[in-house]
């Protein structure tokens, strides 16, 4: 069977697995087995292609296979990846391993948080490794109903609302992209022949342009609800701030990287003369995501709010370089993606650890935190250090190559978009900073907090790992940043 | 003609059968044995099932007046499977002490509606068309008046007689004008000398209101609620979903038959009735707190999703339709069936009584949540992919607009189906309904139908068969 698929049935097994065990413990040894072997693969499949690149093989797509499924319909099971595609792969990866050991301590119900958690992910590799626009968006369904269930079972505060409100949100996105998906498909045999679903056969052909008009704003803003485009962001906050612990970390780590990877893999690679004539208005939009969620985070006084709005803004500056539509400023959208993913899911990770020690998450509670909890202060400060771009971590790659690429453009709105979108590093720079004086220095503010423990092997485990990858990507971005530029060469072609 | 041709209506002929039979043992068990014959009945049908699926002559008899081809085959299968489930799941409700009885009664007028529904299916002439349509309508009016120590039941047998009649009339009505202008009953001729008249328009829309009536579409739709609640819970499952399903098939039938030259026509008029019915349905689903009434508002919505298959007139529609409706059957006796578990063992209905009842009784909460996951159209389980297709053949013939708000449709039915698996899973209770054990038979049910929601959509060579066997305009 072919390696990609085997992305989508180790989590199967794995929640077989956890059906099968009797208690708590099991499942959680049981879950972590399963990631930890879901890791293994991803990286194998990453090494695969780069040895396939090595020997040559310049295919646009690679590692491919494919299922007839529904043929009259021309429905085909089909994977395959690209150097974006098993970049995300190893991303989500590693966000599903740290995110098994951030809920290690799960107490409710646990079989059936593991079964959710990893169902979800499942639907997220399928995903990424799907090239049939129908499997695609199945896939990208599967990866959205189980946030309801972890959020309103597991989460916190206002669980209820913020689970249905994100659910209907991104459902609503959803029901939008499949009307753009239609189209597509309808048009994907302008000159007779057979429709089909299949991306790389759809790219080949030019779809119409009164077609294009229609159907790409459907498409992209139905990834970009999932990649929180302004407006329709709002359920970021209020889900991620409620969510438990683990699922923020995958939902703001990976699931937002779906809209952002869909927009272009679907959206604009498909439709490149209407994304071409419409840019500027998304442009705008994403430009007001930036600026507007930084300028959001600075108010917030909850951990988790803080974090959610700055992902916003910077999921926000993911689509503005897809927008940009050059290789600088998409291969700088790739790596804030995967930057993004892990720096977020270790903020959430240590928020969640965070709070499970001082049962608040509001910061002016909070302070000198440094003093008893040292390894996670420290990890606390390079989060937030990669977060507000300082130079040899990952975040300073992507922004570099996301804001160079920009200004590259040669229309002055883009230009002045790019200076206002830059702005947000400024304010992104005071909210960390804001945070970490706060929380972490200064005198211990409650009593209560001078004997709490440091991380248990566990967090420190989960930690570590998301922690190697952003420094990785930050001191040798090389690796990456060649894995993607390759890719994008057929998208770029199309845009151009 | 000879004997040997009657075989064409086995369909027929084997229902007959076991209803005659049922109606013998009846009045040779004695007192004490009346309950045996639920037993025999089920198994009965069962067979009755089976016999269906084996390879069917095709043909047309009565000088065409009754036809039977593949897809009507296959219709009447997919119906059977949906009777033989609403069976199993009444099956422990029959054995209530009041019921005793009467076990007999609610087999015979079951499988005498059925009957009407397969000679409805089959027709090629109008009048056939008709007497199929009563004789499906009338004893379920008996049906839902089962519990007639009960007003609720009572009102709804009521009500659903009085408005299938009226319903009925106008339906006669309008036929009475298409066939003054062709001058024949019969589906082939009509279709020939069929012309886009006013009057023909006229008298389809009169028909158009009589078949909205049976499929219970807004605004012919206000029966449904009440009689729903009112009437037995097993009983309004055979309504929803077989009843239903039937007149869905026998609509889609006749519009493609016969009315193929007015096409431009029904596609306006099923444009704004399936936006209505859709809408309409899902806006009062929103506020229903009994789960009867929930489900009858949410299946007025499923029916406005029907319609999607229809207005193209294409040959995916009809498959579409045909297919939908196999997983709406899987996924509503589902529904139904776990309240119907819950309404027997605890004689609770409303959904507040059901907050919390994942940790009292974690496999119905399961099976309720994928059905309303399937209802609700969300992968992977069947009704992901029956929707899907649905819209795909809709946007097939460009109707893009329709499809939109559709789409958007189902983002308000996914809010109140959630409501469910929110009071299920969700929501803590003081008083949760206890942990009970189910029955055999009720859990043979619920198994069939997860096994049907879960199966139906991957299985892509079901569809590929009904794709065969379905055609367009």
């Known amino acids: ?496 | 003609m000879n004997l040997e041709s009657f075989i064409i209506m086995r369909h027929e002929l084997v229902l007959t059968l076991a209803f005659i039979f049922i109606l013998v043992a009846e009045v040779f068990t004695g007192e004490r044995n009346k309950e045996k014959i639920k037993g025999i009945a089920v198994v009965l049908f069962a067979i009755v099932t089976a016999v269906g699926f084996l390879p069917a002559a095709t043909g047309s008899l009565f000088g065409g007046m009754y036809q039977a081809s593949g897809t009507t085959t296959l219709m009447k299968n997919i119906l059977n499977i949906g009777t033989l489930i609403v069976l199993i799941q009444s099956y422990t409700w029959l054995g209530r002490p009041e019921n005793r009885d009467r076990i007999h009664e609610y087999f015979l007028l079951l499988l005498s509606t059925l009957i009407g529904m397969n000679f409805m299916i089959s027709s090629g002439h109008f009048l056939m068309f008709y007497l199929g349509i009563e004789l499906a309508t009338i004893p379920l009016a008996a049906l839902a008046a089962y519990d007639r120590y009960q007003n609720r039941s009572a009102e709804a047998g009521i009500k659903l007689i009085l408005s299938s009649t009226l319903s009925s009339g106008i339906l006669l009505f309008g036929l009475s004008m298409i066939y003054g202008v062709t001058g024949s009953l019969y589906y082939p001729e009509v279709a020939a000398k069929l012309s886009s008249v006013p009057l023909v328009v006229l008298g389809f829309i009169f028909f158009f209101a009589g078949m909205g009536f049976k499929m219970s579409l807004v605004p012919f739709h206000l029966w449904t609620a009440d009689v729903y609640e009112g009437a037995p819970v097993n009983v309004t499952s055979y309504l929803s979903v077989v009843s239903k399903g039937a007149a869905a098939f026998i609509f889609i039938i006749i519009l493609f038959n016969v009315f193929p030259v007015i096409s431009v026509t029904w596609e306006k008029v099923i444009w704004v009735i399936a936006i209505m019915t859709i809408t309409i349905g899902n806006l009062f689903a929103l506020r229903q707190k009994n789960m009867k009434r929930f489900l009858a508002f949410s299946s007025i919505a499923q029916a406005g999703f029907f319609l999607l298959g229809f207005i193209g007139g294409n040959q995916l529609g009809m498959t579409t339709v045909i297919y939908y409706a196999l997983i709406y059957i899987f996924s509503n006796l589902a529904a139904f069936g776990v309240v119907s578990v819950i309404a027997e063992k605890t004689g609770k209905e409303s959904m507040d009584d059901y907050d919390g009842l994942y940790r009292t009784n974690p496999g119905l909460s399961i099976t309720m949540m994928l059905a309303m996951f399937s209802l609700a159209g969300i992968p992977p389980v069947a009704g992901f992919f029956g929707k899907f297709f649905l819209f795909v053949a809709a946007a097939e013939k460009g109707f893009y607009v329709l499809v939109t708000i559709a789409v958007l449709n189902t983002i308000i039915a996914l809010y109140y189906y959630l409501l469910v698996v929110k009071a299920m899973f969700i929501n803590r209770s003081d008083a949760p309904i206890a942990s009970f054990k189910s029955d055999f038979m009720q859990k043979l049910g619920l198994a069939i139908c997860i096994a049907g929601i879960v199966v139906t959509g991957f299985a892509s060579g079901l569809f590929e068969m009904i794709r065969n066997l379905s055609y367009g305009i």
Request: aromatic content about 12%; hydrophobic content about 55%.
């Open chain 1, 1 to 496: 069977m072919n390696i990609l698929t085997w992305l989508v049935i180790i989590p199967l097994l794995t929640i077989t697995g956890i059906l099968l065990v009797k208690d708590a413990r099991q499942t959680k040894i049981v879950s972590a087995i399963g990631m930890g072997i879901q890791l293994i693969v991803a990286f194998v499949i990453v090494f695969m292609y780069v040895n396939l690149r090595k020997s040559g093989n310049t295919d646009e797509m690679v590692l491919m296979s494919s299922f007839e499924w529904f043929k009259s319909l021309n429905i085909y099971y089909t994977v395959g990846v690209d150097g974006i595609s098993v970049a995300m792969i190893a991303l989500t990866s590693l966000v599903v391993f740290a995110g098994v050991f951030a809920s290690w301590e799960m107490e409710d119900l646990k079989k059936e948080f593991f079964i959710s958690l990893i169902l979800l992910s499942t639907g997220v590799f399928g995903f990424f490794i799907s090239l049939d626009l129908f499997t695609m968006f199945l896939f990208y369904e599967v990866a959205v109903i189980p946030m309801y269930i972890l959020i309103g079972i597991w989460g916190s505060g206002p669980k209820e609302y913020s689970a249905m409100k994100l659910t209907l949100m991104l459902m609503g996105g959803s029901a939008l992209l499949m009307v753009g998906l239609f189209g597509i498909y309808f048009n994907s045999a302008p000159d007779g022949g057979e429709l089909t679903f299949n991306i790389l056969e759809i790219s080949k052909v030019t779809i119409p342009i009164e077609a294009q008009r229609w159907f790409f704003p459907f498409t992209f803003v139905g990834f970009g609800v999932l990649g929180a485009l302004f407006p329709l962001h709002t359920w970021s906050p209020d889900g991620h701030s409620s969510a438990p612990t683990a699922v923020s970390m995958l939902h703001a780590g990976v699931l937002m990287k779906l809209g952002g990877y869909g927009a272009f893999r679907v959206a604009m690679f498909l439709m490149p003369e209407a994304a071409a004539e419409m840019a500027w208005i998304f442009i705008i939009l994403t430009t007001i995501s930036v600026v507007y969620g930084a300028f959001g985070a600075i108010v917030q006084k909850d951990l988790k709010y803080i974090n959610a709005y700055s992902s916003v803004s910077h999921c926000g500056m993911v689509l503005f370089a897809v927008l940009m539509m050059n290789k600088t400023a998409m291969t700088g959208a790739v790596i804030q993606m995967i930057s993004h993913g892990l720096m977020t899911a270790l903020f959430f990770a240590l928020i969640g650890m965070i709070y499970g020690r001082t049962h608040t998450r509001m910061i002016n509670e909070m302070g000198g935190l440094m003093k008893v909890i040292p390894f996670l202060g420290v990890a606390y400060v390079i989060a937030g250090l990669a977060s507000l771009g300082l130079p040899g971590l990952s975040g300073f790659v992507a922004e570099m190559n996301i804001f160079f690429g920009a200004f590259e453009h040669p229309e002055t709105f883009y230009r002045v978009a790019t200076i206002i979108a830059v702005s947000s590093i400024v304010i992104t720079a005071v909210y960390i900073l804001r945070v970490v004086a706060i929380l972490l220095l200064g005198p211990i503010r409650d009593n209560h907090f001078v004997g709490l423990g440091d991380a248990k092997w566990y967090e420190k485990l989960s930690l570590v790992t998301l922690i190697t990858g952003i420094v990785y990507i930050g001191m040798a971005p090389l690796g990456l940043s060649s894995l993607i530029r390759e890719s994008l060469i057929p998208i770029i072609d199309k845009l151009l």
